[in-house]
């Protein structure tokens, strides 16, 4: 069986691990993703994916990547870069008002094809190894199911993994995330795009607040729905518009609530 591991790394530079980051590789088999992150030169003609579409060159460099753990379907772990290390996963992005999210994060790349492959469901074995492998990881940091992220939520304009098909309510059962939870509300519309008031602008102080990275003001604008969009792949996957309506208003309330503020 072979054993793989990533020379795609660096040092986290004293920076403490605060954060769990989960990703899907949206890759069409767990061994291209495997390939892809230890490979030191990857090029786009040699991985299977999304940039194989006609318009992109196959001699183009892709960026180098990595993450510190990979979960196959099956439940099998690999260790690619240990946790002392940064490792290159997160990419631009931020939570909780900082960036450099790579320095202060364990990543898990979650074998899954994802929206460029159908979005396939996540395999009961995988979910309870990566249920296993996060508490493993919030113990040895001394961290609780707060630390738990989606990519999407620290690159909403980006990322859209691990996707609406992941678990979270099942983790935050298990004390692994944070997942709200009210009682059945209308999903009856309160702002979207070009809505401008003090709604707006509390909304932006709640998502910031929950870590999301968003602006100021008052205005609804087509950023601040990209954010909603994400929060909704997060905590109310049955629809995702973009829109604030009440059903993910009270959502967005009773995460905040279970999260907690960080600053005043
Ligand atoms: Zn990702």
Redesign the pocket.
């Known amino acids: 069986m072979m054993s793989w591991s990533s020379p795609n790394f660096d040092s986290r530079e004293g920076t403490p691990v605060s954060l769990v ?1 989960l ?4 890759m069409a088999t767990a061994e291209d993703a495997l390939r892809r992150l230890v490979d030191p030169a990857p090029v786009a003609g040699a991985f299977p994916g999304p940039w194989q579409a006609a318009d992109i060159d196959p001699a183009t460099p892709l960026a180098r990547v990595s993450s510190h753990w990979v979960v196959e379907e099956n439940g099998r772990l690999h260790e690619l870069v240990p946790e002392q290390h940064r490792a290159w ?3 631009r992005g931020s939570w909780r008002g900082a960036e450099n999210v790579n320095a202060r994060s364990v ?1 898990i ?1 979650i074998a899954n094809g994802g929206h460029d492959f159908g979005l396939p469901p996540y395999p009961e074995a995988q979910i309870v190894a990566v249920m296993g492998l996060v508490r493993d990881i919030l113990s040895r940091h001394g961290l609780d199911g707060r630390a738990v992220i989606a ?2 939520d620290l ?1 909403p304009g980006r ?1 859209a ?2 996707g609406e098909h992941f678990p979270w309510a099942r983790l935050a059962q298990a004390g692994l995330a944070v997942h709200p939870a009210v009682p059945p509300t209308p999903r009856l519309p309160l702002a979207s795009v070009g809505s401008q008031g003090a709604l707006v602008a509390r909304l932006r102080w709640k998502l910031a607040q929950i870590g999301y990275g968003v602006g100021e003001g008052d205005v609804f604008d087509e950023e601040l729905s990209v954010v909603v969009r994400a929060v909704q792949r997060r905590i109310r996957p049955a629809l995702i518009d973009g829109a604030l309506d009440l059903e993910t208003s009270a959502l967005i309330d009773d995460f905040l609530e279970r999260v907690g503020t960080f600053r005043s």
């Not at 990703?23 to 949206?26: L, N």
């Open positions: 980051v990703h899907y590789t949206g996963h997160a990419g990543g790349e990519h999407s690159a990322k993994d691990p």
